[in-house]
């Protein structure tokens, strides 16, 4: 592992740490309603890694799991209820959301599932009806 590139990174309480290293295959902001009532917030801002770029370094026992969907394992801490992961089987990859990941250089590139917007932001980036098309969606871009 290269330390230029490890981010270490916990849950609300700090019972559950992890590392991530290299660089993620993407990142930017999610709209649709699941992720806005997963997260109690108007949108979230993730971070997709290859399965192999995420260590549990602490509290490996303590990850709680529920999945709506096959789609969306979300991940939490089962002392704080913070929120850690989204793991998506169909995509092999783990979201991992920018806001537990500290010191992460976080710089969003896409909006997706923007029409489901409950909060609007005119930024200049894409912005998807639903996912990129590699990602399954339909690769439709919508008005800012």
Known sequence: ?????????HCFCGTVEFTVHGEPAGM??????????????????????KPDALDITQGADNIGTYNKTPHSYRKWCRTCGGHLFTEHPGLGLID??????????YE???????PESALPMKDGLPKMKDLPMEMGG???????
Do not use: Q
């Open 1 to 9: 592992m290269n330390d230029a590139s490890a981010y270490k990174g």
């Open 108 to 114: 969003a590139g896409i909006h997706v599932h923007y």
């Open 96 to 105: 991992v959301y920018a806001a537990v990941i500290p010191d992460f250089p």
């Open 138 to 144: 339909s690769g439709i871009h919508v008005a800012e």
């Open 28 to 49: 930017g902001y999610c709209h649709c309603e699941s992720c806005r009532k997963w997260s109690a917030g108007p949108v979230n801002a993730f971070t997709l890694w």
